[in-house]
């Protein structure tokens, strides 16, 4: 497993330190110079074809290549946008933290993004933004998260109790069905049928298809019209009407009966801006924010489950050792929140994963709103700040054998030896994933169960490590196992 791994996701970073510049911080920035990088044509132009045709084609790859070349802080052009990539912790630090009020998202990106979820605490900046966050955090605080993992051990039981009589199932397509069940119902709490609305199948598509789109469409500054005929604009606009009639349909009935339910979008009703004006949201900003977790949450982390399978299951004592740790804390019984802390070398193995494949393997890209610095070095208003999580996970600097699939780097014993800021899987600074709480308590609630309930025996070509760069990495190849129930417990009855 090893080899296929240096094979299909690169070579790592080499070692190499950024020539920091000495410099003041009140330096005027035009006096500093550009960071390093590769040879441009011209002003106009920008990188060479051959540059600009590799970036486009295959970005991780390319933006790899260049940390070993150039450090941790290069640029280039791409025609007439500077492009700067930061790889090293401190200076991602200093760019999205200490100097955040030099920066906004990049609007090209947002205006993507907008199309589907609209103005929510993804794409919204300033004021509108710290008030979104303070609302949306009352549903993701700590008193929650028992009754969203109920709801993730009761939709997790259900889900897989057909897989026993199946015999053999696939479970990269499983963990995406899996968790749009799981982000259906703890976001709402409504099956889309039961409204009028979509089928489940019919929203996952949706929402698969919308997030494929914006993905394609996000890393280019320029984007056809929306009143083209396009394929492309149908497939967004087909995508965003599904979410409509589902979102609007379950505000609604929440609306109506607002203190009986407990789900994400019950609570966000609920909630108010008590720092602020003491207002909650409007049915617009509720209808975005949820249409934001739902692809976020249902995305993100059934890539992750699914590059677990394919790990894990390429190691038979990392597999035992798993088994054997969820029996030892389980017993013969379900588990539940309070098992988590438990679960270390689960929790260990999870982190691993979201190492090598980062649920954000890039951050949304930054632009600065003047001419700044960085490491000393001269960042001009208006370009295109690129980091990968990708990248500096991979730096032999921070983690030793990058491409080595080791979980016990997150022991209790080494995981204080990562250099702070070298691990951010769900982001950096003040926009880090609002989520990432409730899915470090899923992710090993998931696996845990499916790892008592079942013995998993993989088939020829589980281990294909081919990747499909969407919102997130996620598997291009199936992960195909034969499925064996061992564990006692009768299957939980839907709710």
């Known amino acids: 497993m090893s080899v296929v791994l240096e094979r299909t996701l690169g070579e790592a970073a080499r070692p190499t330190r950024l020539a920091r510049q000495v410099v003041s911080d009140k330096t005027p920035p035009e006096k500093l110079p550009h960071p390093p990088g590769p040879k441009n044509i011209n002003q106009w132009i920008g990188l060479t074809w051959r540059h600009a045709a590799e970036f486009w084609l295959s970005p991780l790859r390319y933006i790899t290549k260049l940390g070993h070349r150039y450090g941790d802080l290069c640029s280039f052009m791409l025609f007439t946008q500077r492009a700067y990539v930061v790889n090293s912790p401190e200076l991602i630090h200093e760019y999205l933290v200490r100097r955040r009020d030099d920066y906004i998202r990049a609007p090209w990106e947002m205006r993507v993004l907008r199309q589907l979820v609209g103005n929510g605490i993804l794409t919204s900046e300033g004021d509108l933004w710290t008030r979104q966050r303070r609302i949306i955090q009352q549903a993701f605080r700590g008193a929650l998260l028992p009754r969203y993992s109920e709801v993730t051990l009761t939709t997790t039981q259900v889900r897989v109790g057909a897989w026993e009589s199946a015999g053999e199932v696939d479970l990269v397509n499983e963990m995406a069905a899996l968790m749009m069940d799981i982000s ?263 696996t845990a169960t499916l790892l008592q309930r079942f013995r998993f025996e993989p088939q020829p070509g589980f281990d294909d490590m081919t990747t499909h760069r969407e919102l997130a990495v996620r598997p291009a190849t199936p992960c195909p196992v034969k499925v064996t129930r061992r564990d006692p417990l009768p299957p939980r009855k839907p709710r």
Request: proline content about 10%; some cysteine; glycine content about 8%.
């Open 184 to 446: 259906i119902r703890t976001t709402t709490g409504i099956n889309p049928e039961v409204i009028g609305g979509p089928s489940p199948e019919q929203l996952s598509d949706a929402i698969i298809e919308g997030a494929d789109q914006m993905s394609r469409e996000m890393g280019i500054p320029i984007t056809p019209p929306k009143w083209l005929p396009l394929p492309s604009s149908r497939r967004k606009r087909r995508a965003i009407e599904a979410i409509d009639a589902y979102v609007h349909r379950a505000i609604e009935i929440r609306r109506a009966d607002p203190d009986t339910y407990h789900d994400l979008l019950a609570v966000l009703l609920r909630a108010v801006d008590e720092e602020g004006d003491g207002k909650g949201m409007s049915d617009r900003q509720a209808r975005d924010e949820t249409a934001t977790i739902l692809i976020a949450s249902a995305h993100s982390m059934s890539s992750t489950l699914g590059w677990f399978w394919k790990l894990v299951l390429g190691r038979p004592e990392l597999y035992d050792r798993l088994t054997e740790e969820v029996d030892r804390v389980l017993g013969d019984r379900e588990p539940t929140f309070a098992d988590v802390p438990k679960l270390e070398c689960l929790t260990q193995t999870l982190k691993e994963t979201m190492r090598l494949f980062p649920p954000a393997y890039v951050l949304f890209a930054r632009m600065p709103i003047r001419d700044t610095q960085l490491g000393g070095y001269r960042v001009c208003r208006g370009g295109w700040m690129i980091t990968m999580p990708w990248v500096t996970h991979r730096d032999p600097r921070f983690f030793p054998e990058p491409m080595k699939f080791d979980p016990d780097r997150f022991s209790p014993e080494r995981e204080g030896d990562i250099p702070k800021g070298a691990y951010f899987p769900f982001g950096h600074g003040p926009r880090v994933c609002i989520g990432q709480q409730l899915a470090m308590v899923q992710l090993p609630l998931i």
